[in-house]
């Protein structure tokens, strides 16, 4: 999260940096806009402290003028009000007129004369900024064993917030995670995705991991990306037996474009499958999007998956957690959007083995990593 500094006297804002400096804070995450068009320039940045002046040119070489108010709508209306603010001003005696509107936007007043009282509110909101920091990215599994294959790709380090199993790194310039489920199942997933939403609030969020078929739509070792999925234990239970009320939850179209781009590489398969030493499928099929529906148990039951595919008659993939992912997205203030990729590693039957995990968890990773690149690449 940056820091943006919003002041156009270069002793008053060298006062300020040398003060952020020496709490801590690295010199490239701190922002200087020098006048109104700098600070329009630098507000579409992930800003997450704001230091205001209320008298700042309107652009290069112009005379000072009383921007406080423009400032802060600004600030309000580009959605980033959730930020903390401040405004540190030499001229107290502005702050009668503008207290009422700063303060009910959570933004403190402090007189740069007064320098031990800004100082100290400074290192209080310093304080907070650390505590409310935000990924760009989150990618979740539900087993030890999905998230393995990323220590292969990426150096990340391993750190526990409240609870919940992180491993952090970057991947094209942004930071995110991988959170590590406590559990596999839906309830789980359905927490677990809507507490990282709230807390790291990123753009994107993922999921990679193993899944099962249904035969005659998928292969074994097939990849298959979420482009809808819905539960299939919704509904209700009456003496005519079990009527299913299915609520789906559809991929970002937009982005599933970009996403059905990448899988239109002939070439994709064999650059997903690179580096994997293990047992692979013994069929070659190309990854496709799919219809998803999950459900909090394992099942291998030849009947009752004939019954979960009645619902809908396309479906590919069966799991436990995509439905609570994707929803838990869907719901939030957040919203950002899914990519949800798993491998075929069984046909929903009796004959269940775990000779291709290891190979569906690399390839679905591999393939996660790629998609984010995809999209960072598009949002720019």
Aim: aromatic fraction near 10%.
């Amino acid at each position: 999260m940056k820091i943006l500094l919003i002041e156009d006297n270069p002793g008053k804002a060298g006062c300020i940096t040398d003060h952020l400096i020496v709490k801590g804070v690295p010199a490239a995450d701190i922002i200087h806009a020098q006048n109104m068009t700098d600070f329009a320039a630098f507000l579409n940045h992930e800003i997450g402290l704001f230091i205001i002046d209320f008298k700042l040119p309107s652009y290069d070489g112009g005379t000072a003028i009383p921007n406080g108010k423009a400032i802060l709508e600004a600030i309000i209306k580009s959605g980033k009000n959730d930020a903390l603010m401040i405004a540190i001003s030499s001229y107290p005696v502005d702050f009668p007129e503008v207290r009422e509107q700063f303060e009910a936007h959570g933004c403190i007043l402090s007189d740069f004369k007064n320098s031990d009282s800004w100082k100290s509110t400074l290192d209080h909101l310093l304080t907070q900024l650390k505590k409310s920091f935000r990924f760009d990215f989150l990618i979740f599994c539900a087993l030890k064993e999905e998230r393995k294959p990323y220590a292969t790709f990426v150096n990340g380090r391993g750190v526990n917030r409240g609870g919940v199993t992180c491993w952090d790194f970057e991947i094209s310039g942004k930071r995110g995670s991988i959170i590590q489920m406590p559990q596999m199942g839906l309830v789980n997933a359905a927490i677990t995705a809507a507490t990282c939403i709230d807390r790291y609030k990123p753009k994107i969020i993922a999921m990679s991991g193993i899944c099962g078929g249904f035969k005659d739509q998928t292969e074994l070792g097939q990849l298959l990306v979420s482009k809808m999925v819905y539960e299939y234990q919704s509904g209700k239970w009456s003496d005519e037996g079990f009527q299913n009320e299915p609520y789906q939850v559809p991929t970002d179209s937009h982005f599933l474009g970009h996403i059905e781009s990448l899988l239109d590489d002939e070439n994709l398969l064999e650059e997903l499958e690179k580096k994997f030493r293990g047992d692979r499928p013994t069929k070659y099929t190309a990854p496709a999007t799919a219809i998803f529906t999950s459900g909090s148990a394992v099942i291998a039951d030849s009947k009752y998956i004939s019954q979960i595919e009645k619902f809908h008659r396309k479906v590919q993939g069966l799991d436990m957690e995509i439905f609570a992912v994707q929803r838990a997205a869907e719901l939030s203030s957040v919203k950002p959007i899914c990519l949800c990729a798993k491998t075929v590693v069984d046909l929903c039957n009796a004959e269940k083995s775990d000779k291709i995990h290891a190979y569906g968890a690399f390839v679905s990773a591999r393939f996660v990593l790629m998609g984010l690149e995809t999209f960072f690449k598009s949002e720019v």
